[in-house]
C-alpha cells in the first residue's frame, strides 16, 4: 500500500514554531481522520494528535493537528529541545481497509 | 491503567516462521468496540502498519503482507498472536502492539517493542 508523504526533516531553533506536512490520498486522509504520532529516540511511538486534531490527555498545546482535503499538518509552536523526535502521520485507507502511515518526519531542535 | 507487553524470539532464520505474543492489561478484547493492532520498524525506517484484531474476530491485514501474515486472539489470559511466515532479512524490525482507540482507528497505548532480527 502507498505511504502518506511527509518531508524528511524539518528544524528550528528554540522557540520557533514549524510545522509538519503529510499528503495523501482520497481513499485515506481525504475521506478519513488523520493522527500524529511522536517517537522520542529509542523509545516506542506515542499518540500525540488524533481524529484531526485532538490532544490526548498530557498533551500540550503547543502542538495542534489539522486537515484539508487530502493533506493534513502538525504544528509544533515553541519548539523545545524535548521535540526532537521522528513525528508519523497516519489515516484509514478504504481501499484495503487498513491503516496506512506515513513516511515520518525528523524534527530537529538547533 | 492499560499495558502491553510484546514477547517472542529475537533471533530466527530466514524461511522460518515468527510467532510473537501481545500481553496486555487494563482492557477486555472481548469488549465491543475493542482491537489490537501490530505495527513494526525496521532499523533506522518508518513504522508499518502489519494487522488489527477486533473484539469480534474480524481481522485486517497489510496488504502486502496479508499472504504471509496471521493474528490471532485470546481473550481468556489476554493474549495477542501474530504469525509471520517465510521470514527474509527484510523482516528483520522492532515489533510492536497496540490498542486500537475509536474502534481501531488509532492506537493510543504501545508495547515497548520487541526487535527481531532474521539471519539469512
Known amino acids: 500500500q502507498s505511504l502518506l508523504t511527509q518531508p524528511p526533516s524539518v528544524s528550528g531553533t528554540p522557540g520557533q514554531s514549524v510545522t509538519i506536512s503529510c499528503s495523501g490520498g482520497s481513499s485515506n486522509i481525504g475521506g478519513n481522520t488523520v493522527n500524529w504520532y511522536q517517537q522520542l529516540p529509542g523509545k516506542a511511538p506515542t499518540l500525540l494528535i488524533y481524529?484531526?486534531?485532538h490532544r490526548p490527555s498530557g498533551i500540550p498545546d503547543r502542538f495542534s493537528g489539522s486537515r484539508s482535503g487530502t493533506s493534513a499538518s502538525l504544528a509544533i509552536s515553541g519548539l523545545q529541545s524535548d521535540d526532537e523526535a521522528d513525528y508519523y502521520c497516519?489515516?484509514?485507507?478504504?481501499?484495503?481497509?487498513?491503516?496506512?502511515f506515513g513516511t515520518g518526519t525528523t524534527v530537529t531542535v538547533l | 491503567q492499560i499495558t502491553l507487553e510484546e514477547s517472542g524470539p529475537t533471533l530466527v532464520k530466514a524461511t522460518q516462521t515468527l510467532t510473537l505474543t501481545c500481553t496486555f492489561s487494563?482492557?477486555?478484547?472481548?469488549?465491543?468496540?475493542?482491537?489490537v493492532g501490530w505495527i513494526r520498524q525496521p532499523p533506522g525506517k518508518a513504522l508499518e502498519w502489519l494487522t488489527l484484531?477486533?473484539?469480534?474476530?474480524?481481522?485486517r491485514y497489510s496488504p502486502s503482507l496479508k499472504t504471509r501474515l496471521t493474528v490471532t486472539k485470546d481473550t481468556s489470559i489476554n493474549q495477542v498472536v501474530l504469525s509471520l511466515t517465510n521470514l527474509d532479512p527484510a523482516d528483520t524490525a522492532t515489533y510492536y502492539c497496540a490498542h486500537g482507540g475509536d474502534w481501531g482507528y488509532y492506537f493510543d497505548y504501545w508495547g515497548q517493542g520487541t526487535l527481531v532480527t532474521v539471519s539469512s
Open positions: 497516519t489515516s484509514w485507507d478504504d481501499s484495503f481497509n487498513g491503516h496506512v
Open positions: 481524529s484531526n486534531k
Open positions: 484484531i477486533y473484539w469480534n474476530d474480524d481481522r
Open positions: 487494563g482492557f477486555s478484547l472481548s469488549t465491543t468496540g475493542v482491537s
